[in-house]
């Protein structure tokens, strides 16, 4: 079974700087797909950014961009000209490409955002 | 707007009742999902809907059931099996089940203990 690693439990970030968050993962599938989800206090899950692993090139939104390194199974996400409005909960998670739909979560990073 | 609804927003149960939560989507999604989220960690899969009339288990599936009659709603039933229910649920749905395309997420519900 896959498991989904972010080792940070909360991360702090000054309103106009960049913060990054880590994501490893452990599979021994060769395509598969990674997402970063985004829960503001009102709870709700927001699609931020996805990988696909056959992809070379890292995935990019506005001020979301992802560092997918498929040998060292890590996807980290940072965050660029850091917002008051991206303080949440983030979660990052693997879809097997073998196992439809099915999303396999992390435990989730909180990022503070200091004015 | 097409979305996904999921009521009540908050839900007490009493020892030995059973709670049912209810998910509905008008998006025409196939697919529909239901996750429990514990405070501080991530979602963990209870059950999943392919399609209308099935259903399959997920990684937590103990303690509750569902069913699939309409397309349109997956409504989760918390039984009193269920030995520690209080959490946040969340209920979810994608096209299909095999479409790479991402799941769309309700508000959830929050359910507490009596």
């Known amino acids: 079974a896959q498991t989904v690693t972010q080792s940070q439990p909360e991360m702090s970030v000054q309103e106009a700087e960049t913060v990054t968050l880590s994501c490893t993962y452990d599979t021994s599938e060769s395509d598969y797909y990674l997402f970063w989800y985004k829960q503001p206090p009102s709870r709700q899950m927001i699609l931020v950014i996805r990988q696909e692993a056959y992809k070379q090139q890292n995935a990019t939104e506005n001020r979301f961009s992802v560092n997918f390194q498929k040998a060292a199974k890590s996807f980290s996400l940072k965050i660029s000209d850091s917002q008051l409005g991206d303080a949440a909960m983030y979660f990052c998670a693997y879809r097997s490409e073998d196992a439809g739909n099915k999303l396999t979560f992390g435990g989730g990073t909180r990022v503070l955002v200091k004015p | 707007d097409g979305g996904i609804t999921q009521s009540p927003k908050y839900l007490f149960r009493k020892e030995g009742q059973n709670v049912t939560l209810s998910c509905e989507q008008n998006?025409?999604?196939?697919?529909m999902y239901w996750y429990r989220q514990d405070p501080g960690q991530g979602l963990r899969l209870i059950y999943y809907s392919q399609i209308v009339n099935d259903f399959q288990k997920g990684d937590i599936a103990e303690g509750y059931s569902v069913s699939r009659e309409k397309k349109e709603s997956f409504p989760l039933t918390v039984t009193s099996a269920q030995k520690n229910p209080t959490a946040f649920y969340l209920c979810?749905?994608?096209?299909?089940?095999?479409?790479?395309?991402?799941?769309?997420f309700g508000d959830g519900t929050r359910l507490s203990i009596l």
């Open positions: 998006l025409n999604h196939d697919a």
């Open positions: 979810a749905s994608s096209i299909e089940w095999w479409s790479n395309q991402p799941q769309h």
